[in-house]
């Protein structure tokens, strides 16, 4: 195809070039093997699965690697290398929580990718898994091809209502039925199911990661150095605002690239996987 190819995916229109590898081209995907990563104070435990080029993801507040199983998976059958590390204080992955802004979280990622990859790798963060990712360029632009952003925050802050009740989701007990009524309230777009992110919370590390959003100015990671950059927003999302990656994408023309998904909330990846999957693999393959 052409560059510049127009390409609508199930509602979402892409612009970008896209060329696809012929199938004998795809690797075979072999076992997935764990391996262990000395960063700094922290020991982390890491995933790695596939052949080709290195792929590396970040989750969202609280939550494990575990929510890229399915999007990780469709890149290692295109192709790709996945780098799965678990955040500090989840699974076999352990290190200090107190005090940590987002420059230490971005130096265990700094260190999972000198320590398995050794060059640049693509990085994919969903939400502050993306800010992490943007603190990660800004400091480590060696490391760092582009980014792939599912949700972008940071200029424009969410509703004082919403804030709310991000709060007491995060530092009140509840019930479980009330928990599921917020997690179907706060990330989940009307008629999609909430369920899936029933389970998978950790709520210590992300009053942690919470704390550290104070200590991290904006100015050292909102840009995202001077990586490429794709952001994939849900169109119904309170959490992370739309209007930020419209804001981003206009400062920085030359390497943001946005598509906004219909139907979708904060939870992009368990909402409309099918579309995420295809967006990041057209946009690996311009």
Request: aromatic share 6%; net charge positive; glycine share 8%.
């Amino acid at each position: 195809m052409n560059p510049g190819t127009r390409i609508k995916l199930a509602g979402l229109l892409l612009v970008v070039p896209i060329c696809y590898a012929p199938e004998a081209a795809v690797a075979q995907p072999g076992p997935a093997r764990r391996e262990i990563v000395r960063a700094g104070p922290a020991t982390l435990q890491v995933t790695v699965s596939g052949k080709g080029e290195p792929i590396v993801f970040i989750p969202s507040r609280g939550r494990s690697i575990d929510d890229f199983d399915n999007l990780s998976k469709r890149l290692v059958e295109s192709g790709y290398q996945v780098i799965l590390p678990q955040p500090r204080g989840i699974g076999g992955s352990t290190g200090p929580l107190e005090g940590i802004t987002y420059h230490d979280l971005a130096s265990d990622v700094a260190a999972t990718i000198q320590s398995l990859v050794g060059r640049a790798a693509t990085v994919i963060g969903h939400d502050f898994g993306g800010r992490i990712a943007r603190t990660l360029v800004s400091d480590h632009p060696r490391l760092v091809k582009q980014l792939v952003l599912l949700g972008v925050a940071g200029m424009v802050p969410r509703s004082p209502e919403v804030e709310r009740l991000t709060k007491r989701f995060w530092e009140t007990a509840l019930s479980r039925e009330d928990r599921l009524a917020a997690i179907r309230q706060t990330f989940f777009a009307t008629g999609n199911d909430a369920r899936v992110w029933e389970e998978g919370w950790y709520f210590d590390v992300a009053r942690a990661q919470r704390a550290s959003d104070a200590r991290t100015p904006l100015k050292e990671w909102l840009a995202g150095g001077a990586a490429p950059i794709l952001i994939l927003e849900g169109a119904e999302d309170i959490i992370a605002v739309p209007e930020n990656g419209k804001r981003l994408a206009a400062e920085f023309p030359d390497r943001v690239t946005l598509i906004e998904i219909s139907k979708v909330a904060h939870a992009l990846l368990p909402e409309q996987p099918e579309q995420v999957a295809k967006a990041v693999l057209a946009y690996l393959r311009r």
